[in-house]
T-cell receptor, first 112, second 112 residues
Framework: DQQVKQNSPSLSVQEGRISILNCDYT??????FLWYKKYPAEGPTFLIS?????DKNEDGRFTVFLNKSAKHLSLHIVPSQPGDSAVYFC???????????FGTGTRLTIIP | DAGITQSPRHKVTETGTPVTLRCHQT?????MYWYRQDPGHGLRLIHY???????DKGEVSDGYSVSRSKTEDFLLTLESATSSQTSVYFC???????????FGEGSRLTVL
């Protein structure tokens, strides 16, 4: 049972435009959510997180939105840059339980 | 800064042979994790450790065992490798806020 889902395996966006990556989850008890970015032949790196008590968190060009009623998480990248081309994983977890559940990933390609 | 060294980085082995992957951290982070990454499955937790000799199973632990005899080292063992265990294995440590993991560069294992 996939508790965290990324239904778009890939996404292509023109440089300078907004990239929107989506993530859905089924467990309403998750306490926090995160986005990780992964380049080929490297380990994933933490990008941004949001607590379940918030609906938005912003860090520079990256903003994460949380819609708890829809059990939906999204990552907005504005403006998109060629270096943003990578695979993005969303993840979710619970306080007191050190195990994260990851989505299957979305490959973002920024077109120059 | 947190540092992780995974070894070996690449390994090709035959079905039925034992394999051990090593993860070494340069600091004294309590939590360490082993994940595998496969196309269409994202990152899945195999085992994790919350201290010396303290380990627990993740969602895909069958066929794997772990050991942590020192804070800095977390070993993942495949007692008898199978082709389904061909994957990229990532070690991670818990740093910063909830769910924030720092990943190693990965170990690519091919089981023929």
């Amino acid at each position: 049972d996939q508790q965290v889902k990324q239904n778009s395996p890939s996404l292509s966006v023109q440089e300078g435009r907004i990239s929107i990556l989506n993530c859905d989850y089924t467990n309403s008890m998750f306490d926090y959510f995160l986005w990780y970015k992964k380049y080929p032949a490297e380990g994933p790196t933490f990008l941004i997180s949001i607590s379940s008590i918030k609906d938005k968190n912003e860090d520079g060009r990256f903003t994460v939105f949380l819609n708890k009623s829809a059990k939906h998480l999204s990552l907005h990248i504005v403006p998109s840059q060629p270096g943003d081309s990578a695979v993005y994983f969303c993840a979710a977890g619970n306080f007191g339980n050190e195990k994260l559940t990851f989505g299957t990933g979305t490959r973002l390609t920024i077109i120059p | 800064d947190a540092g992780i060294t995974q070894s070996p980085r690449h390994k090709v082995t035959e079905t039925g042979t034992p394999v051990t992957l090593r993860c070494h951290q340069t600091e004294n982070h309590r939590y360490m994790y082993w994940y595998r990454q496969d196309p269409g499955h994202g990152l899945r937790l195999i085992h994790y450790s919350y201290g010396v000799k303290d380990t627990d199973k993740g969602e895909v632990s069958d066929g794997y065992s772990v050991s942590r005899s020192k804070t800095e080292d977390f070993l993942l063992t495949l007692e008898s490798a199978t082709s389904s265990q061909t994957s990229v294995y990532f070690c991670a440590i818990s740093v910063g806020g909830p769910g924030e993991l720092f990943f190693g560069e990965g170990s690519r294992l091919t089981v023929l």
